[in-house]
C-alpha cells in the first residue's frame, strides 16, 4: 500500500527552501503545488513524497507605481495581483486558459499563456527577476526589480517554463503596464478570413481567437479615436468584455496546445474537431476528442513543420500512450546536464519534464 504523501504548507520562502532541502537530503520526491490549475501538465509523476505548497507566499513585495514594477511571492494568484494592481490603473498582461487561481510561480513554471500574447508575448518578456529554492536549500536570485538590471537573465529563462524540475520559484519581479484608454471586443462569425482581415487592421488586436465553429473574437486597445475607427471599419458586432472572462475558464478534460509557424496552422486545425486558436500568434488549443494515437499523428504534423505539441490535461493512462511532451528537444543533453546540476537526486517533480 502506497502512503499519502506528506503536505508542507511553508510560510516563508525561507522555509520553504529549508523543507525542500529537508526532503532532498532524504532522497524524498517532491511536488511543488501551486493554485493546481496545472497540474494536469506534464507526465504522471513517477512517485511523489511531499506535496510543497506555496500558497501561503502570497504577499506583494514591493510595487513601484512609477517606475511600472512590482515583485510578489510566488504563490499569490493572478487576480490578487490584479487587483492590487488596478489601485495603480496598471495591471499584468496574463489572462491563462483554466482560470481563476493561478499562482503567479506557476505561471512561470508551467509557460502558460493566454491570448493577451498577441501583443505582449509571454510572461518571460516581462518578467524581470525571479528568486528560486534549490534543492541543497540555497535561495538563489536572477535579474532584479529594475527594468534595466538584464544580470541573472539566463537564470531566469532557465527556470521559467522548466515545471519546478530544477527549483521551486517563490518570488518574481515583473515589468507592468498601464491599463488602456479604450478596451473594445467585438465578434464576427467569418471564420478565418475574418480573423486575418481584423489581424490586418491600421491599429492591430491586442487579442484575437477563432474558433472551431467560425467565431472570432477580437478585443482592440488604445486611443478611443483610433479603436473606435477601427472597429467601425470591421463592422463586426460589439460585445461585452466578460466574453473573455468566459473563454479563459476553458479547460478540457483532455485538451493540448499546439504551436507552428502561424501560416500553417489552419491545415494543423483542419481536421482536429473542437479547437480555439491565436492564429497571430500560431497557437491552438485542442479539446481532444479522440484516441491517443491521433494525438500522435497530429504532433508528428506539427513537429514536421518546426512546431509542438504539448499536452495540458489527460488522464494518466491517456497520457502515458500519448506522451506529454513529443521529440525529445535538441538541447536534451544540455537539459540532463543542468537538471543533474541543479537537483542531482532527481527529487523535484520526478518523471514530469521532459528530463
Known amino acids: ?40 501538465m506534464g507526465d504522471p509523476a513517477e512517485r511523489c513524497d511531499v506535496l510543497l505548497h506555496t500558497t501561503r507566499l502570497d504577499r506583494v513585495i514591493e510595487h513601484s507605481q512609477a517606475d511600472m ?91 521559467y517554463g522548466a515545471l519546478g524540475s530544477l ?19 467585438v465578434s464576427s462569425g467569418g471564420g478565418w478570413a475574418d480573423a486575418e482581415r481584423a489581424l490586418a487592421t491600421p491599429v492591430a488586436p491586442s487579442a484575437l481567437e477563432l474558433f472551431s465553429d467560425g467565431r472570432v473574437l477580437a478585443r482592440y486597445t488604445g486611443s478611443p479615436d483610433a479603436i473606435n475607427r477601427v472597429v467601425k471599419d470591421l463592422g463586426w458586432q460589439q460585445t461585452d468584455e466578460v466574453a473573455w472572462k468566459e473563454h479563459a475558464s476553458r479547460a478540457p478534460e483532455r485538451w493540448a496546445r499546439i504551436a507552428v509557424p502561424r501560416e500553417r496552422l489552419r491545415e494543423v486545425v483542419a481536421d482536429l474537431g473542437e479547437w480555439w486558436a491565436s492564429p497571430g500568434a500560431g497557437i491552438a488549443y485542442w479539446s481532444i476528442g479522440s484516441d491517443a494515437a491521433s494525438v500522435k499523428v497530429t504532433r508528428a504534423k506539427a513537429e514536421s513543420l518546426g512546431g509542438s505539441l504539448v499536452m495540458l490535461a489527460a488522464p494518466d493512462h491517456f497520457m502515458r500512450e500519448a506522451g506529454a511532451w513529443g521529440a525529445p528537444p535538441s538541447t536534451l543533453e544540455l537539459q540532463q546536464r543542468l537538471r543533474n546540476a541543479f537537483d542531482p537526486n532527481h527529487v523535484l517533480n520526478p518523471g514530469r519534464f521532459v528530463v
Open 1 to 40: 500500500m502506497v502512503s499519502a504523501p506528506t503536505v508542507e504548507k511553508p510560510a516563508s520562502a525561507e522555509e520553504l527552501a529549508r523543507r525542500l532541502h529537508d526532503a532532498a537530503s532524504s532522497k524524498l520526491a517532491v511536488v511543488p503545488v501551486g493554485g493546481g490549475r496545472a497540474s494536469g
Open 69 to 159: 514594477v512590482v515583485s510578489v511571492e510566488a504563490g499569490i494568484t493572478l487576480e490578487a495581483l490584479q487587483a492590487e494592481l488596478a489601485k495603480a490603473g496598471q495591471f499584468l498582461p496574463l489572462d491563462p486558459f483554466n482560470s481563476p487561481g493561478h499562482t503567479i510561480g506557476g505561471l512561470l513554471a508551467t509557460g502558460w499563456t493566454g491570448p493577451l500574447r498577441l501583443r505582449y508575448g509571454s510572461p518571460r518578456d516581462f518578467l524581470i527577476g525571479i528568486r528560486v529554492a534549490l534543492p541543497d536549500g540555497r535561495l538563489a536570485t536572477g535579474g532584479g526589480r529594475v527594468v534595466k538590471n538584464v544580470s541573472g537573465y539566463d537564470m531566469m529563462k532557465l527556470h
Open 167 to 185: 527549483g521551486v520559484i517563490v518570488a518574481a519581479s515583473f515589468k507592468v503596464f498601464p491599463k488602456p484608454l479604450h478596451d473594445m471586443t
